[in-house]
């Protein structure tokens, strides 16, 4: 079963050039993580400060394997100093 991860993020307006420079530079080493399936990175069309992540991982494992990480870690207390409200982040699987 492939666990599809949704993480969503309301940044503050003057720091989304930021993240989105850090998101550039880490994303190939996220998507060459065991496990890892598929990233991609969407901007809602009406709040342009809010982002989402969606990635597939062959299990929960595996995720939770990339969580632990140092890389992880790093990244995700960079991107946690510029949210301008706390994310949402749920896994989900495919139902049909």
Not at 1 to 30: A, G, Y
Not at 86 to 96: G, M, R
């Amino acid at each position: 079963m492939v666990i599809i991860r949704i993480v969503r993020m309301t940044f503050l307006p003057e720091k989304i050039s930021e993240f989105q420079s850090i998101f550039e530079k880490c994303q190939n080493d996220i998507k060459q993580m065991p496990g890892c399936l598929h990233l991609e990175l969407w901007r809602d069309l009406d709040n342009p400060n809010i982002f989402v992540t969606h990635s597939h991982w062959e299990t929960e494992e595996y995720l939770n394997t990339y969580k632990n990480t140092e890389f992880f870690g790093l990244i995700w207390k960079r991107t946690k100093a510029l949210f301008a409200d706390k994310p949402l982040a749920f896994s989900v699987e495919k139902v049909s």
